[in-house]
Nanobody
């Protein structure tokens, strides 16, 4: 079980950039776990944004963010980052991360027993 803390959200204009960070608040993280980012807007279901597979280092992105977002870990693998460029108003959402995924189901970082953090709010103005 890994508790996470997301940070880095804020308000930016369309076309701008933000870097979101994810760190373990408790529990133990391991390089064997896949990691990923999700987002959710009011009245809508949570959607997968990006997943970084522990097997082979493959990265998967949702079609809507592909080419604009990049998921990566630091060298020590202690933090997870979502680099967001060319932001659009439709990117506005609360962003969540996961550091203990079993595997990447494409852009969905799958966990059999998910434990969500509080998320970080990203607002993109037009």
């Amino acid at each position: 079980q890994v508790q996470v803390a997301e940070s880095g959200g804020g308000l930016v204009q369309a076309g701008g950039s933000l870097n979101l960070s994810c760190a373990a608040a408790s529990g133990t993280t391991h390089a064997i776990y896949s990691v990923g980012w999700f987002r959710q807007t009011p009245g809508k279901e949570r959607e997968g944004v990006a997943c970084f597979s522990s097997n082979g280092g493959n990265k998967y992105y949702s079609d809507i963010v592909k080419g604009r977002f990049t998921i990566y870990r630091d060298k020590a693998k202690s933090t997870l980052t979502l680099q967001m460029d060319t932001l659009r108003p439709e990117d506005t959402a609360i962003y969540y991360c996961a550091l203990d995924c079993d595997y990447c189901a494409k852009d969905w970082c799958y966990r059999s027993n998910p434990h969500w953090g509080q998320g970080t709010q990203v607002t993109v103005s037009s």
